[in-house]
């Protein structure tokens, strides 16, 4: 089964460059067999999904963050990636990685166990 | 985008207890693409629900889901105290693919 961690920065100053790794295990990152998504939840809120990259290098982005957000793919490491610029407090959340599947892709069934990020100078 | 309100926002229940989740759509939602996480404090989601009906692997039975169009339910017939917990509904769909309800809070009264 496929396992997840998230890695970063818990702290980013404001305007800054917010950038989190997702170290997949389990499974190759370039199977074709998943989409590999962020996902994150402001404290005390509730879930906001971020965006996603295909093992292709196609991504999807939420229209909301599309101008900020960058996600790719590291296939040496087995790892994706992503990078949100231009940061401000309403950035700070715990933030996931996640994947669905290309055969069921309307739910998440594999989490992180999620990083927290604090936008804060 | 496809907005999800779920209601109420928290549920005061004793264990053994009936809990009726409510989870609304803006816009109509195909039943198998309505999913139903449970969230404990310090942990991920936990899928509970694969589509409106159909509970993932490993979840008991006590746990089930109803609705079509706009308008779902997750029901847990008897409330185990490992069930009090945050449980969110999300919908897949277009633009964004994934949106999420605010969530529903189950508590202990």
């Known amino acids: 089964h496929v396992q997840l961690q998230e890695s970063g920065p818990g702290l980013v100053k404001p305007s800054q460059t917010l950038s989190l790794t997702c170290a997949v295990s389990?499974?190759?990152?370039?199977?074709?067999?998943?989409?590999w998504s962020w996902i994150r939840q402001h404290p005390g809120k509730g879930l906001e999904w971020i965006g996603y990259i295909y093992s292709s290098g196609d991504t999807n982005y939420n229209p909301s963050l599309r101008s900020r957000l960058n996600i790719s793919l590291h296939t040496s490491q087995n790892q994706f990636s992503l990078t949100l610029t231009s940061v401000t407090a309403a950035d700070t959340a715990m933030y996931y990685c996640?994947?669905?599947?290309?055969?069921?892709?309307?739910?998440?069934?594999?989490w992180g166990q999620g990083t927290l990020v604090t936008v804060s100078s | 985008e496809i907005v999800l309100t779920q209601s109420p926002d928290t549920l005061s229940l004793s264990p053994g207890e009936r809990a009726t989740l409510s989870c609304r759509a803006s816009?109509?939602?195909?039943?198998?693409?309505l999913v139903w996480y449970q969230q404990k404090p310090g942990q991920a989601p936990r899928l509970l629900m694969s589509g409106a009906s159909s509970r993932a692997t490993g979840i008991p039975d006590r746990f089930s889901g109803s609705g079509s169009g706009t308008d779902f339910t997750l029901t847990i017939s008897r409330l185990e105290p490992e069930d009090f917990a945050v449980y969110y509904c999300?919908?897949?769909?277009?633009?964004?693919?994934?949106?999420f309800g605010q969530g529903t809070k189950v508590e202990f009264k």
């Open positions: 389990g499974d190759s990152i370039t199977s074709g067999r998943y989409y």
């Open positions: 996640a994947t669905t599947t290309v055969l069921a892709p309307h739910y998440f069934d594999r």
């Open positions: 999300q919908q897949y769909g277009i633009s964004p693919p994934w949106t």
């Open positions: 816009q109509s939602v195909r039943s198998s693409y």
